[in-house]
């Protein structure tokens, strides 16, 4: 089992920027990628950003690129997102997801190991 927690999620202003962690803990397995996605009231869980753990690949969609940055820190088994420029758009439940890397890795169903979601609302 992987367990994820995230934090870091809040109320800015449309401009603002916000940083996201997500701290990891248990099994660990090879050619890991763990990922953002978000969830918007009546919308479906969408791809952010993804990172693979051990060449540090970096995915995002269309929507963030140049405004999010993903990154990790091996030593403390945690990943960021780092959020610029922020939209009323991008209000969401953030979650953090974890699994072995895959080619389908803007998909929900690729990753197994999720964590609790953290609220972000950006105000006009």
């Known amino acids: 089992q992987v367990q994820l927690v995230e934090s870091g999620g809040g109320l800015v202003q449309a401009g603002g920027s916000l940083r996201l962690s997500c701290a990891a803990s248990g099994r660990t397995f090879s050619n890991i990628a763990m990922a953002w996605f978000r969830q918007a009231p009546g919308k479906e869980r969408e791809f952010v950003a993804a990172?693979?753990?051990?060449?540090?690949?970096?995915f995002y969609t269309d929507s963030v690129k140049g405004r999010f940055t993903i990154s990790k820190d091996g030593a403390k088994y945690t990943v960021y997102l780092q959020m610029n420029s922020l939209k009323p758009g991008d209000t969401a439940v953030y979650y953090c997801?974890?699994?072995?890397?895959?080619?389908?890795?803007?998909?929900?169903?690729?990753?197994?190991?999720w964590g609790q979601g953290t609220q972000v609302t950006v105000s006009s």
């Open positions: 997801a974890a699994d072995s890397f895959r080619a389908s890795y803007y998909r929900t169903g690729t990753y197994n190991y």
């Open positions: 990172i693979t753990w051990s060449a540090g690949s970096t």
